[in-house]
């Protein structure tokens, strides 16, 4: 059975940290681009980051560059996200998605499948 699962969202204050996690099983993770999205109350689905399992190539949104690290432990099928210095803003439900044919540019993640999506975690960042 495929399955994406993510965890480690939470309520924490403004400038504080937290590090979601996506295990995945059920595929061959080395050859999918992970990515993370969110979706805050009323909004539009953002992409916030994504990495490529077999060559750890990385991108980010400019709203969370240099506060976002994504990162791959393909041992253990998971990707991380550590967010550091949270904003009320960055209140939103995180999923990740598995994507065997994305491709990771200077200029953003290109999805073309969006294979497999989590079912996501709520992460609450208060002012």
């Known amino acids: 059975e495929v399955q994406l699962v993510e965890s480690g969202g939470g309520l924490v204050q403004a400038g504080g940290s937290l590090r979601l996690s996506c295990a995945a099983s059920?595929?061959?993770?080395?050859?999918?681009?992970i990515g993370w999205f969110r979706q805050a109350p009323g909004k539009e689905r953002e992409g916030v980051s994504c990495?490529?399992?077999?060559?750890?190539?990385?991108f980010y949104a400019d709203s969370v560059k240099g506060r976002f690290t994504i990162s791959s432990d393909n041992a253990k099928n998971t990707v991380y996200l550590q967010m550091n210095s949270l904003k009320p803003e960055d209140t939103a439900v995180y999923y990740c998605?598995?994507?065997?044919?994305?491709?990771?540019?200077?200029?953003?993640?290109?999805?073309?499948?969006?294979?497999?999506w989590g079912k996501g975690t709520l992460v609450t960042v208060s002012s």
């Open positions: 998605v598995a994507d065997r044919r994305a491709v990771i540019a200077g200029t953003g993640c290109y999805y073309y499948g969006m294979d497999y």
């Open positions: 059920g595929f061959t993770f080395d050859d999918y681009t």
């Open positions: 990495i490529s399992s077999s060559d750890g190539s990385t």
